[in-house]
């Protein structure tokens, strides 16, 4: 969307609420939410930043929280967290697209609302507050933002990933494995999307999922999947 003709603090006030952090330099921000579309300076360089703060800050909460896991559960549980369609589902919970600066061609085409660049932004904005104040000022943004996700998991469910566990459940009531089909895909090779399906055959159930990625898209549609999949078979139960 277009900058609103107000003073960045102002035009910023209510993101910054929803961040808990108030900025001493909204410029930073304004960089943070800028597009390369938009010109320079962008965002890319904070991003670069903003996902090494993520990563870290992600990896310690859930080393915290669980003790008990392994690195590799603890690794898969961070690759759900940090990946695209989270950062996007939580950009959209901050309204993160009402602030971006983007260029006309990705205004006309829908990017303020695009997960590869609200994924982006959201990571520069760590980067910012790091900029702006400290690290430890940009890990309790993340904490913030995080801590419910995480308190949520349940690491029986969710040490593996969603494609892993669908294809165990599959096989644990001997059903045929899931095919997956790519619907659409659109984008430059730097900033792709894709629509993917995955189809549970003699179940007669489909569904889609959509990411900056096939496998992130694949992942959604695995997700979806594993709660239809878990309707039909307590509905299976009922009916003996």
Same mark, same amino acid.
């Given at each position: 969307?277009?900058?609103?003709?107000?003073?960045?603090?102002?035009?910023?006030?209510?993101?910054?609420?929803?961040?808990?952090?108030?900025?001493?330099?909204?410029?930073?921000?304004?960089?943070?939410?800028?597009?390369?579309?938009?010109?320079?300076?962008?965002n890319e360089r904070f991003e670069f930043v903003g996902d090494s703060i993520l990563n870290y800050t992600v990896a310690r909460m859930l080393y915290d929280q669980f003790p008990a896991l392994s690195e590799g559960e603890l690794s898969r549980l961070r690759a759900n967290l940090v990946n695209q369609t989270t950062l996007?589902?939580?950009?959209?919970? &901050?309204?993160? !697209?009402?602030?971006?600066?983007?260029?006309?061609?990705?205004?006309?085409? @829908?990017?303020?609302?695009?997960?590869?660049?609200?994924?982006?932004? &959201?990571?520069?904005?760590?980067?910012?507050?790091?900029?702006? #104040?400290?690290?430890? #000022?940009?890990? @309790?943004?993340?904490? !913030?933002?995080?801590?419910?996700?995480?308190?949520?998991?349940?690491?029986?469910?969710?040490?593996?990933?969603?494609?892993?566990?669908?294809?165990?459940?599959?096989?644990?009531?001997? &059903?045929?494995?899931?095919?997956?089909?790519?619907?659409?895909?659109? @984008?430059?090779?730097?900033?792709?999307?894709?629509?993917?399906?995955?189809?549970? !055959?003699?179940?007669?159930?489909?569904?889609?999922?959509?990411? !900056?990625?096939?496998?992130?898209?694949?992942?959604?549609?695995?997700?979806?999947?594993?709660?239809?999949?878990?309707?039909?078979?307590?509905?299976?139960?009922?009916?003996?």
């Open positions: 969307m277009e900058p609103m003709a107000t003073s960045s603090e102002s035009r910023f006030r209510r993101l910054s609420e929803a961040l808990d952090y108030a900025f001493k330099q909204p410029t930073l921000l304004r960089q943070a939410l800028t597009h390369r579309s938009f010109g320079t300076p962008n996007a589902e939580i950009a959209h919970e &901050l309204k993160l !697209g009402d602030y971006l600066y983007l260029g006309e061609g990705e205004l006309k085409s @829908g990017g303020f609302n695009r997960p590869s660049i609200l994924a982006d932004a &959201l990571e520069a904005t760590f980067a910012a507050v790091s900029f702006d #104040a400290d690290f430890s #000022a940009a890990e @309790g943004v993340v904490r !913030g933002l995080y801590v419910g996700r995480i308190r949520a998991i349940d690491p029986t469910k969710h040490a593996k990933d969603a494609k892993t566990r669908l294809q165990e459940a599959l096989q644990a009531h001997k &059903l045929p494995l899931p095919k997956y089909r790519i619907l659409e895909q659109n @984008g430059e090779a730097h900033e792709q999307w894709f629509r993917v399906s995955c189809d549970l !055959g003699e179940l007669a159930i489909e569904t889609a999922g959509e990411g !900056g990625s096939r496998r992130a898209a694949e992942q959604q549609a695995a997700e979806v999947a594993l709660e239809l999949l878990a309707q039909h078979i307590a509905r299976g139960k009922k009916s003996r």
